[in-house]
T-cell receptor, first 115, second 115 residues
């Protein structure tokens, strides 16, 4: 595809359910980022992949959050036992190379609502 | 830790007029990047303009320009000849130049454009 795609665009979960959010980066992009954007706030970093290696997961808020990118392309962000405070938009971004400057291209995000 | 502050939750501008959005940041690094991103209601984060800290010349992209004051750690965005399509959330962001590639965002400024 021409850009970063994310699915689903909207997800409603009951508290305690597990959810999986998918990100398809731009083909050939080495770096992949996940951000969490709470309502009325700026995005906050969650985790970073270079190819299949998860190099930084310092932003994951708890051990209920898990991300993977097994083949260095598609990535999945999984949230176990969802809680109301997990309600947010989850943004994925990818960039071409692992250098100091490469533009991060963002997907449209997945809006997660936990009831 | 680096922080980014946007003190204007909302700004309003008349179509065809000029508006300036403010951003301050805090870092102990000497080299870094600064960005302005636009996020329309579709949620797709779009890069508007970027500035390398080692460059003294302010960046310009068509109707968008920045006023970068490194000593004051200030990075404002000026939008000239405002258009209805400029209405969106605008986020200021910081990024280190080394291997920490995450973006650190401010809380955003909502720009309203009056016809």
């Amino acid at each position: 595809g021409a850009g970063v795609s994310q699915s689903p665009r909207y997800k409603v979960a009951k508290r305690g359910q597990d959810v999986a959010l998918r990100c398809d980066p731009i083909s050939g992009h080495v770096s992949l980022f996940w951000y969490q954007q709470a309502l009325g706030q700026g995005p906050e970093f969650l985790t970073y992949f270079q190819n299949e290696a998860q190099l930084d997961k310092s932003g994951l808020p708890s051990d209920r959050f898990f991300a993977e990118r097994p083949e260095g392309s598609v990535s999945t962000l999984k949230i176990q036992r969802t809680q109301q405070e997990d309600s947010a938009v989850y943004l994925c971004a990818s960039s071409f190379r692992d250098r100091s400057y490469n533009e991060q291209f963002f997907g449209p995000g997945t809006r997660l609502t936990v009831l | 830790a680096q922080t980014v502050t946007q003190s204007q939750p909302e700004m309003s501008v008349q179509e065809a007029e000029t508006v300036t959005l403010s951003c301050t940041y805090d870092t102990s690094e000497s080299d870094y990047y600064l960005f302005w991103y636009k996020q329309p209601p579709s949620r797709q984060m779009i890069l508007v303009i970027r500035q390398e800290a080692y460059k003294q010349q302010n960046a310009t992209e068509n109707r968008f320009s920045v006023n970068f004051q490194k000593a004051a750690k200030s990075f404002s965005l000026k939008i000239s000849d405002s258009q209805l399509g400029d209405a969106a959330m605008y986020f200021c962001a910081y990024r280190r130049m080394d291997s920490s590639y995450k973006l650190i965002f401010g809380s955003g400024t909502r720009l309203l454009v009056r016809p």
